[in-house]
């Protein structure tokens, strides 16, 4: 089944926030991909490193008793959440900017709310950090990603070669690298997508790895294998920071074609 030309709505935003100075992010299950991707780049192209903290613990653990760096930045969806975020964050006068893909979020305070309500809201926000991240770098690599980054309208033609290699029909088990993408998926899926060290028995399970830690991941299904279990393996051999990304593109355009979308 060929893969409809126009099946990506794929953009780049004009991110308002810079990544220097003293900040920290705060993410939940649902945003993973965007948090994940902004301390890897940071990490991997500019040598910064960045503390992650989920927003259940900065809520509890980290709000009532430990001051707060030069400013927060906060990728959160649910209103719920928004809600229990900016209202901690008005309390202790704190700055930040909070970052969403849901469009009813008002400011408060003195955190900006940066939306936006694209189809593929949370992958667009992704390739845009990398974007600004690489641009911020001169190191090959970089170089080499925002070459990527500038030509996604090829996109469609390499998952049209890649899509027949996946298998979506057993229980989806991710690598560590591919592990930010679950959120996602499992909203694409409709279903529970594991990562590689949860508790899994299940009959019929499709890991999905890359080659930067195949190693990794094929000692846990050696186990599994042990253990009687059917097994399978599909490698995504795409760059780390951008495998996630890609995986849930491929995702995407899977249950587009399957009508899920």
Not at 87 to 96: E, H, I, K, P, Q
Request: proline share 3%; with cysteine; hydrophobic share 40%.
């Amino acid at each position: 089944m060929p893969v409809p030309k126009d099946s990506l709505s794929l953009k780049l935003y004009d991110l308002p926030f810079d990544f220097s100075g003293n900040f920290v992010v705060i993410y939940n299950k649902s945003s993973e991909l965007e948090a994940y991707t902004l301390s890897r780049s940071l990490n991997s192209l500019l040598e910064k490193s960045v503390r992650l903290i989920k927003l259940e613990e900065f809520l509890l653990m980290e709000s009532p008793y430990v001051d707060l760096p030069a400013y927060v930045l906060a990728f959160l969806d649910d209103i719920n959440d928004i809600h229990d975020f900016q209202d901690v964050m008005w309390a202790l006068n704190g700055y930040g900017y909070l970052v969403s893909c849901n469009q009813n979020v008002k400011k408060k305070g003195k955190v900006e709310v940066i939306n936006f309500s694209d189809d593929l809201c949370e992958v667009n926000l992704s390739l845009s950090i990398i974007n600004k991240i690489s641009s911020l770098s001169r190191n090959k690599r970089a170089e080499e990603i925002r070459k990527e980054l500038a030509n996604l309208s090829t996109l469609n033609d390499w998952l049209k070669n890649k899509i027949s290699q996946f298998d979506f029909s057993g229980s989806i088990v991710l690598s560590p690298i591919l592990s930010p993408a679950r959120g996602v998926l499992e909203k694409y899926l409709g279903r529970q997508v594991g990562n590689y060290e949860d508790f899994i028995k299940s009959d019929g399970i499709i890991f999905i790895t890359t080659t930067a830690d195949l190693t990794v991941v094929r000692r846990r299904e050696f186990s599994l294998r042990r253990e009687g279990f059917n097994v399978k393996e599909i490698i995504f051999d795409v760059d780390p920071l951008l495998a996630p990304i890609y995986l849930i593109l491929l995702t995407y355009v899977y249950k587009q074609l399957k009508g899920g979308v």
